[in-house]
C-alpha cells in the first residue's frame, strides 16, 4: 500500500525480483523471462499514460500566490520599502517557475529607487534608474520557488524621497504562468 503524501511529484516506478529460489525437494529454477515485475505509483494529480484517477479531488498540486508581506512605506524613512513574497501552497519535487509584473497603478517609476529580487536562474536582480524601471514594468520577469520550498525569495520595492507633496500612491505585484516540469 503506497501512502498519499503531500507532495506534488512525479511517476515513480517500483520494481520487485525473483533470485536464488530453494525447495528442499528438488531444484527450482527463475523463469528468465518472469524475474521480475514493475509497478507504476502515479500522484493523484498526474495523468499518467493510463491516466489514473485514484479519486483523490483535492490532490495537491501547488497553487501559487504573492503577498505583500510589508504592504506600508514611507518616503524619506527607514520604512521605504515594500515587500512581496510569492509563495505555492504545497511542496514539489521540482522547482516551480513563476512569472511576475509589477503594476505601478498611481506610482511612477520616479517614484521608485530599486527593485530587488531574485531571478528564476538565482541571480539576484537590482533594477535602478526610470529607464530600468519602467523596462521592468513592460516586461517583468521569473522567479523560482525550489524543489521542497513554498516560498521564492522576496520582492522588496525602495521608494524614492521627492519633493513632491503627494497623496498615498498604490502598486502591485502579479504572478502568471507557473510551471512546474512535473
Request: hydrophobic content about 40%.
Amino acid at each position: 500500500t503506497f501512502a498519499d503524501d503531500a507532495v506534488f511529484e512525479g511517476s515513480e516506478t517500483l520494481s520487485v525480483s525473483v533470485s536464488n529460489p530453494t525447495n528442499p525437494i528438488g531444484a527450482v529454477t527463475v523463469d528468465a523471462g518472469a524475474s521480475s515485475a514493475d509497478a507504476t505509483i502515479y500522484d493523484e494529480d498526474s495523468d499518467g499514460l493510463d491516466s489514473p484517477t485514484p479519486g483523490d479531488e483535492l490532490g495537491d498540486a501547488p497553487v501559487v500566490s504573492v503577498a505583500a508581506t510589508d504592504d506600508n512605506a514611507v518616503e524619506g524613512t527607514s520604512n521605504n520599502t515594500a515587500v512581496f513574497t510569492v509563495s505555492q501552497d504545497n511542496v514539489a519535487e521540482d522547482d516551480t517557475t513563476v512569472e511576475i509584473s509589477l503594476s505601478l497603478g498611481d506610482v511612477e517609476a520616479a517614484d521608485i529607487t530599486s527593485i530587488s529580487y531574485t531571478d528564476a536562474s538565482g541571480a539576484v536582480q537590482t533594477v535602478t534608474g526610470d529607464v530600468a524601471i519602467a523596462a521592468f514594468v513592460a516586461g517583468g520577469d521569473s522567479v523560482l520557488i525550489t524543489a521542497g520550498a513554498t516560498d521564492a525569495p522576496v520582492i522588496t520595492v525602495t521608494f524614492a524621497d521627492d519633493a513632491v507633496f503627494e497623496g498615498s500612491e498604490t502598486l502591485s505585484v502579479s504572478v502568471s504562468n507557473p510551471t512546474n516540469p512535473i
